[in-house]
C-alpha cells in the first residue's frame, strides 16, 4: 500500500518534500498535488521508471507522457528548440496550467515521447509540485494520478482509493485540486496547435499572445 506523506504537527512540508524526491530518485511513483488534478510522477530521465508508470495506470505506450518542470532552467536540457511562439506562451501563462509541447531533445526517452519526438512540458503555478521538480533536479512526469479511462483525482483520498496499492507514496497536503485540466498547446506547428482545452482557453490564449491558432 502506498505510503501516505501528510502535514501534520509533527511533520513538516519541506520534510515531505524531502521524502517524496528520495522516492522518485530511487525509481519510485508518488501522487502529488498539482493547481489542476492530481499528478502521477516519477522521474522522467528514467526510461525504467516512464515504463512503470504505462503499468499502474494501465495506458498505451502510444500515449505521450508531459512532465512538470521546477524553474526555466530545467527546460534547456529536455528539448532541442524553444519557437518564438512557445517563447511568448511561456512569458504569459508560465507558472500556470498549460502544458506546451517542444521537439524533445535526443536524450529524452522514446517511451516518453511515444516516439513521437516531441515532449509536453509544464511550469506548474502549483507551489508544491515546482518545489518537488527542483528537489529531485529532474523533471517529472505530470500524467493524471488516476487509472486510465477512469475519473481524474482531485484529493489524496481519491488517489488512494484508484492507486494505493499501486505506487510508493500519495502526498497529502490537505488541499483539493481543480476541477479542470492543464490546456496542451503544440508549439511546434505554425500556427499553434490546441491539443486539449483546460483552465487557460483558445481565447486567453489569442487575447493575451495575438498567437493565431490551427
Known sequence: MARLLKISPDVSRESILHDAATILLDGGAVAYP?????GLGVDATSESAVCRIFDIKGRNFKNPVSVIIGSIDQLAPIVSAIPPSAQKLMD?????????VFKASDRMSQVLTAGTGKIGVRLSSHDFARQLALETGRPITATSAN???APECATADDVIRQLGDKIDAVIDLEERGGAIGSTIVDATTDPLVILRSGLITAEDIQ????????
Open 92 to 100: 504569459t501563462f508560465w507558472p500556470g496550467p498549460l502544458t506546451i
Open 34 to 38: 498539482t493547481e489542476t488534478f492530481y
Open 147 to 149: 487509472l486510465s479511462g
Open 207 to 214: 487575447r493575451k499572445t495575438g498567437l493565431s491558432r490551427g
